[in-house]
């Protein structure tokens, strides 16, 4: 059977989304997706998940998403919970997070890459090399990671296309609102919906899905932050030059 994984989730559980689990499984169910991996940053999914995984018919994926200092790492398809490494700045070592992954019996897998442009694509592409032996897997299809670098996703695919060994290939709509959910999955062949089985249907997906970024989302997104962190008025006037950013790629990607 096909099943449809959405491999990138953001929930209450991160400082900047307000998604319930339960708003989760009913968005999964409305976009016929199968699976969903619960990526919140620097914090591993909740007990409740490893305990009750399959939720009216969707299986929720123990995960986390470590932000350290060689990008963003994610910790799919965890068997226990994962030990969250000291973190520096909101930061934890790229080795720490992988370590710490892979003692959960987690999969390393390398987010969005090639998302932020502070760094140039050499300097990212060096990186990957770096710590290739930690990863177990790119994803190269991440619907926000186009915001800033049109052709992310392509380069993120070509990295993993250089691995000498095959490596998980996985995507993710890094929803941080209801209505993303769904933006960008990946579809892979397996005999259940079971953890172990999609995991291993990655090493060659039957095909992916991959929407536009939604800019107003990354705005509504940074305004829960601030909500939650409760911010002074100056950021939020940042906030609303954001926002108008936003906007004006929103109305800018209409007309292209």
Known sequence: MIYRLDLHLHTEFSPDSRISFTQAVQAA?????????????????????????????????????????????????????????????????????????????????????????????????????????ELDGIEIFNR???????????????????????????????????GEIGGAYVCVEADSLRADALCAGLFSPVSFHCGKCRHMALAKSRLIRLQKKHAGFKSYLKWCAFAGVCLARTVKGVFQ
């Not at 390398?110 to 990186?127: D, F, G, K, N, R």
């Not at 926000?144 to 709509?173: C, D, H, I, Q, Y």
């Open 29 to 133: 169910k409305q976009h016929n997706l199968h699976a969903l991996a619960i990526c919140d940053h620097n914090r591993c999914a909740p007990q409740e998940i490893f305990d009750q995984p399959l939720r009216d018919g969707v299986l929720l994926i123990p995960a986390v998403e470590y932000s350290t200092e060689a990008g963003h790492l994610l910790g799919l398809f965890l068997k226990t919970p994962c030990r969250t490494p000291g973190e520096e700045t909101g930061r934890v070592r790229f080795s720490d997070a992988a370590a710490a992954i892979h003692a959960a019996g987690g999969k390393c897998v390398l987010a969005h890459p090639y998302e932020l442009t502070h760094h140039s694509v050499e300097e990212i592409s060096a990186q990957i090399i770096t710590h290739a032996s």
């Open 144 to 178: 926000r990671a186009t915001k800033k670098r049109s052709n992310a996703n392509a380069l993120a695919r070509a990295a993993a296309e250089r691995f000498s060994t095959p490596v998980l290939l996985t995507a993710g709509s890094d929803a941080h609102t209801v």
